[in-house]
């Protein structure tokens, strides 16, 4: 079983090189491509002096080489002469028991990957079919690359009551010989498949025919979907059965030079057997990629199928999909809505209810201001430019205030004492909290009684009690402003401001 990749060059390739005198080509339809090529010699048995002067030789590049094609007869020399690259130059034998025959006459030993020239001289009675080059990882391929892929190659998959032959074809009008890589596949059974997946732009299948007996034999090629149905006959009247040539190698069962580069599955699908059997040797292609290592492995992948196009009946209705689309639009709205709900109430759940709870004396959190002073205590602080600091009076230092960091964040509000306005009431309605509603009362009144200390005394005697009392207003009011804070930010009653 080889696996290897192997390119197959035809006997008319420019890469071998025909030399030293005169060469003929044979044409027939057991050569592949149609053709062979051998050396004319002055003698049948190749004993002239002239006749050693054949020779030819092949650059190429990949790890082996392989010749294919008849050996000589028995009465000519049974060995050729061969010379690789700069290496000495031996002898080989062509290996054939009986000749002539047709076979792989000569097979090179493993070389270093690269490039490489064979030489090959004295092949007299040599006829050549094409060469077989084992590729390697620098091998480079292009549109003029056929790979051959031999039918014992693991990438084809049979299915069936196929069975292995390595019977030696017959042919009563030409050497007989072995097929490539010494077997074929063979089926006479309809139903028995064998698929192929490959990279390529074209495809190729070659098998042995036989001419020996009369029948017929009908096979599908399946290419991506598409299907290609030959019929194979043997009649009374046909040429070959008359002339009695019973087998033949090489013979061209199907191909397809016409299809895109990429990949492709190829399923080959015996259909009718009447007295004749289908025998595959092996099949080529060229390939779509430019290396081994670029090369695809199809062998895990499904086959290549079209789909089968939806019968009608098996659409589904208009109605139901309008049904469904609705039913989802439908679905996605109630979350929606139900999620919007749930956010606005808890939206209001957090302004109604503060975080933390506070009391008089406790500390709170807020975040870092700027401002450390409150509008209340601005308020009071403005209040100083009252005239209430006669000559030899002093007011008392002033109470301790929450740190700076415990004090909300609430704009500047620059006041006068004397142009306070009136305080303005909270409408009703307006949604605040029992709390917050006495809060603002108190903080009404306090100012009203800010007011009527910053007048000034008849007297001119209550100066430190003003100051005194100015002082536990303060204190108070820097409670009240931090506990609005915490229960929501209620705003203070609104002041003119300072002109």
Excluded at 217 to 230: E, H, K, M, P, Q
Excluded at 272 to 294: E, H, K, R
Aim: aromatic residues 8%; proline residues 9%; charged residues 15%.
């Amino acid at each position: 079983m080889n696996t290897d990749v192997q390119l197959l060059l035809d006997d008319k390739s420019n890469m071998i090189n025909y030399r030293g005198g005169k060469w003929n080509i044979s044409s027939d339809v057991r050569w592949f491509g149609g053709t062979s090529t051998s050396p004319q010699f002055a003698s049948d048995d190749g004993t002239n002096t002239t006749d050693a002067l054949h020779f030819l030789d092949v650059t190429f590049e990949g790890t082996s080489i392989a010749f294919i094609g008849n050996t000589p007869s028995a009465q000519q020399s049974q060995n050729v002469t061969v010379t690789i690259d700069s290496g000495a130059s031996y002898n080989s034998s062509y290996g054939d028991p009986s000749p002539p025959n047709y076979l792989q006459w000569y097979q090179s030993p493993l070389l270093a990957d690269g490039k490489h020239k064979i030489t090959l001289e004295r092949v007299v009675g040599t006829s050549l079919d094409f060469v077989v080059i084992t590729a390697g990882p620098k091998t480079v391929f292009d549109a003029t690359s056929k790979i051959v892929v031999d039918d014992n190659n693991p990438e084809i998959k049979y299915s069936g009551s196929w069975a292995r032959s390595e019977d030696p074809f017959i042919s009563s009008e030409n050497p007989g010989g072995f097929p490539f890589h010494n077997g074929t596949h063979q089926s006479s059974t309809p139903g028995d498949t064998a698929t192929f997946k490959f990279a390529g732009s074209s495809i190729a299948v070659y098998g042995i025919f036989s001419w020996a007996q009369t029948g017929s034999l009908s096979v599908t090629y399946s290419l991506d979907g598409g299907s290609t149905a030959n019929t194979y006959s043997v009649t009374p009247a046909t040429p070959e059965f008359i002339n009695q040539r019973r087998q033949c190698q090489n013979y061209l069962l199907f191909s397809n030079d016409s299809l895109g580069k990429g990949n492709h599955t190829l399923v080959i699908d015996i259909t009718q057997v009447n007295g004749l059997t289908f025998s595959m040797d092996y099949l080529t292609y060229t390939p779509s990629f430019s290396a081994i290592i670029l090369k695809p492995d199809l062998t895990q992948l499904p086959p290549t199928t079209s789909p089968a196009p939806m019968k009608s009946s098996e659409a589904p209705p208009v109605g139901a999909v309008v049904g469904a689309v609705i039913g989802t639009l439908v679905f996605l709205s109630v979350i929606i809505f139900t999620l919007l709900i749930l956010r606005r109430q808890r939206a209001r759940a957090e302004g109604d209810i503060p975080s933390k709870h506070f009391s008089r004396g406790s500390s709170y959190d807020t975040d870092p201001i700027d401002n450390p002073d409150p509008p209340m205590v601005q308020h009071i602080q403005r209040s100083r430019s009252l005239d209430l600091t006669a000559p030899g009076t002093s007011l008392p230092p002033p109470e301790p205030r929450p740190s700076s960091s415990h004090i909300p964040n609430i704009p500047h509000r620059l006041i006068r004492a004397d142009k306070l306005s009136p305080p303005t009431p909270p409408s009703e309605g307006t949604g605040l909290t029992h709390r917050q509603r006495e809060i603002q009362r108190r903080m009404q009144e306090l100012d009203s009684l800010i007011i009527e200390q910053g007048r000034p005394s008849q007297s001119g005697d209550n100066t430190g009690d003003a100051a005194r009392q100015i002082a536990q207003l303060r204190t108070q009011i820097d409670e009240l402003v931090q506990e609005n804070a915490i229960l929501g930010g209620l705003p203070p009653p609104a002041y003119e401001l300072m002109s």
